[in-house]
């Protein structure tokens, strides 16, 4: 599994647009890049995945350049509730043999 | 939609004590996956099962043990209880093949006391 970089921490205010970059420089050509977004005290939740160029579903955007060396979540107007934190995972995710490996976080703290 | 169940929500044990965790996974799921949460830590893997044979292990003490039944739901035994012990266990599911995301249950939280 490829490790990942990302920031430890990010703080943003309510209505910003918040990026967070994740950096996996030996990505493998069968990998996917996945982000999961976890509250306090509840299980990781699936926010969106990609390949490659971008990929937009109603809650984030993910932004992934040509040679796929890094890739950048973008929440829009982000608000009170999405302070959480923040995973990047890299990887091939099917199912049966392939376990997620969660790499330390970014803690995202939205301000009023 | 049905979600991934895991019972008991809430677990207080003793030392030395032992905890049995259940997992329900999400219909038509045959992987399952176990992972433990220390307070401030990131979720690690532990242990994982697909079509009810155990398929990976990562740090998972040998006083832990887990399977996967016939209704594919699976259980986490804990022997010999330590106060470190005291975490957040979550499961997740996921059919075969599935590049949507794995799916987490809302986790026990076990307290050695």
């Known amino acids: 599994l490829a490790k990942t970089t990302q920031p430890i921490s990010m703080d943003s205010y309510e209505g910003q647009e918040v990026n967070i970059t994740c950096s996996h420089n030996n990505i493998a050509t069968n990998d996917y890049i996945t982000w999961y977004q976890q509250f306090p005290s509840q299980g990781p939740r699936f926010i969106i995945q990609?390949?490659?160029t971008k990929v937009t579903n109603e809650v984030a955007s993910l932004f992934i350049p040509a040679d796929r060396k890094s890739s950048t979540l973008s929440l829009p107007r982000v608000s009170l509730s999405d302070t959480a934190v923040y995973y990047c995972?890299?990887?091939?995710?099917?199912?049966?043999?392939?376990?997620?490996?969660f790499g330390a976080g970014t803690r995202l703290a939205v301000h009023p | 939609a049905a979600g991934v169940i895991q019972s008991p929500r809430h677990l207080i044990k003793e030392k030395r004590e032992t905890a049995t965790l259940k997992c329900y996974p999400i219909?038509?799921?045959?992987?399952v996956y176990w992972y433990q949460q220390g307070p401030g830590q990131d979720p690690q893997f532990l242990i994982s099962?697909?079509?009810?044979?155990?398929?990976d292990k990562g740090s998972i003490p040998d006083r832990f043990s887990a399977q996967q039944f016939s209704d594919y739901h699976s259980e986490l035994n804990m022997s010999s209880l330590e106060l470190g012990d005291s975490a957040l266990y979550f499961c997740a599911s996921s059919p075969r093949a599935s590049r949507y995301g794995y799916t987490f249950g809302s986790g026990t939280r076990l307290t050695v006391v």
């Open positions: 219909p038509r799921h045959d992987t």
């Open positions: 995972l890299v990887g091939v995710f099917s199912g049966g043999y392939n376990k997620l490996i």
């Open positions: 099962f697909y079509e009810k044979m155990q398929s």
């Open positions: 990609g390949y490659k």
